[in-house]
């Protein structure tokens, strides 16, 4: 057999990865998954506790999902959306626009999380140029956000350790606090979001002109640590954006398709985004696919005669692939038929309680973060006094790595333990990923 471990570290280069320490470790390699779990090349099973960074939805292998793709294979595999049209590319764009917020009428595809935010800026600047208010051309965008790791989507990133090296590189934008109530353990979560929002209201009210639009991660920052906004955040920005002229840009690349309970995050405060950017969970985890989707009011101001250059000009060479989108619409087709988001709920009412049961007063877990199927347990050295551990100590990577002999993959944010199961995951599976975490983190931290 082939020493695909060595073979790897000889020709991969890995993302977000030190090279150099991966090069010193022990490294699991993926040959096959069946339903939650993958097999490495040894043999060995693992539940996939981050649904394979946060895409898996029904499960791997899923049959109808398999069966779309090699139905759709046989009869073509590509074709550009660039002057032609492809048929799987027009039925998934009906059922998107169908079950997504009210308002959002037209489908934009591309290929990542990262290019549907990428579209989303720069459908939003050109909407308002069409519209001849050149002025209006600053993005406002969260504290600690995570939109992708393209320029664009950098820029409006606030996430230091990952964006501060490539400042120069990146256009001016405004920044709005954002609400942590694990940071501020002293304010109401309540008090905590209105004065997010005055902040936001202030910034709209002294520079509306400027502003195009806002991006936010719906009730969940996925990637700043799974922080959960309070309830209401959302739909106070969206207020506030609507009464500023200022388009809303919802990114629910982590947060859509049934991750926080609902279809989408934006549906539980009723909010109805201008633009929306869809990726990650949108072909079940299958195949590179995203989705920026536009209302009316938007798409009709690139309508003009040829000459008067309105057109979106932006396009990817996959853009629509007939496989993805094949795979996506039986993804979704699959949430009506087993009725996954109803089963869903008392899922997330088991993870809360065995969380609850499990970490609660467990030494070296501080916040229990939780939004439906997203969760994030953050270690601390000491519980009484949010003590973090030591950077260098790389406490998350340890826990997370040590857990693996227990048949569990997890990877987490820096101290942050992220937990975020396949939607098809049973409650046993939940069990032993919390039960083997709880192993993990005792072997790895009370030393
Ligand atoms: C993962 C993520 C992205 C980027 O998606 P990619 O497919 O990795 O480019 C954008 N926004 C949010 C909120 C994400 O979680």
Redesign the pocket.
């Known amino acids: 057999m082939r020493d695909w471990v060595e073979l790897d570290k000889r020709y991969i280069w890995h993302p977000f990865t030190q090279m150099k320490d991966w090069f010193q470790s022990d490294n699991l390699i993926i040959e096959r998954a069946e339903g939650v779990y993958l097999f490495d090349t040894t043999g060995a099973r693992y539940i996939d506790g981050v649904s394979s960074?946060?895409v898996n939805i029904h499960g791997h292998q899923k049959s109808e999902i398999d069966r779309a793709i090699i139905n759709q294979i046989g009869r073509v595999a590509h074709s550009t959306l660039l002057g032609l049209g492809n048929t799987p590319s027009i039925s998934l764009a009906e059922k998107l626009v169908e079950i997504s917020p009210d308002g959002l009428k037209r489908v934009f595809y591309s290929d990542?999380?990262?290019?549907?935010?990428e579209v989303a800026l720069k459908i939003a600047f050109q909407y308002w140029k069409n519209k001849g208010r050149k002025d209006k051309k600053l993005f406002v965008g969260l504290d600690q956000a995570?939109?992708?790791?393209?320029i664009g989507?950098v820029s409006l990133g606030g996430i230091d350790i990952f964006h501060s090296i490539f400042s120069q590189l990146l256009f001016p934008t405004l920044v709005i606090p954002s609400p942590f109530p694990y940071r501020n353990p002293n304010t109401e979560p309540d008090d905590l979001r209105d004065r997010c929002l005055e902040f936001f209201e202030q910034m709209a009210a002294e520079r509306s002109d400027e502003i195009a639009a806002l991006i936010v991660?719906p009730s969940v920052?996925?990637?700043a640590g799974i922080i959960v906004h309070p309830a209401g955040f959302l739909k106070g920005l969206e207020t506030i954006c609507r009464k500023y002229n200022i388009l809303l840009i919802c990114?629910?690349?982590?947060?859509g398709f049934g991750r926080t309970g609902a279809m989408f995050a934006c549906e539980r405060e009723s909010v109805h985004p201008d633009i929306l950017?869809l990726?990650?969970g949108l072909t079940g985890g299958y195949l590179?696919l995203?989705a920026t989707l536009t209302t009316d009011e938007i798409f009709e101001a690139f309508l003009a005669p040829y000459t008067d250059y309105k057109t979106f000009f932006h396009g990817h060479s996959y853009t629509g692939n007939p496989l993805a989108c094949a795979a996506a619409e039986a993804c979704l087709d699959i949430f009506v038929n087993e009725r996954v988001l109803e089963k869903l709920q008392p899922k997330i009412a088991f993870l809360t309680d065995i969380l609850t049961e499990v970490f609660q007063n467990a030494p070296n877990v501080g916040d229990i973060r939780q939004c439906g199927f997203m969760v994030g347990i953050e270690l601390t050295r000491d519980k009484a006094l949010r003590k973090p551990f030591p950077v260098e100590l790389r406490m998350g990577a340890q826990v997370t790595r040590n857990i693996q002999k227990y048949g569990v993959i997890l990877r987490p944010l820096g101290d942050v333990i992220v937990i975020m199961p396949p939607l098809a995951i049973e409650n046993c599976e939940i069990e032993t990923i919390i039960r083997s975490l709880e192993k993990s983190i005792k072997e790895t931290c009370e030393t």
């Open positions: 960074l946060w990542s999380g990262s290019t549907a935010v995570y939109h992708g790791d393209t989507s991660e920052q996925g990637a990114d629910e690349v982590a947060t950017c990726a990650k590179p995203a």
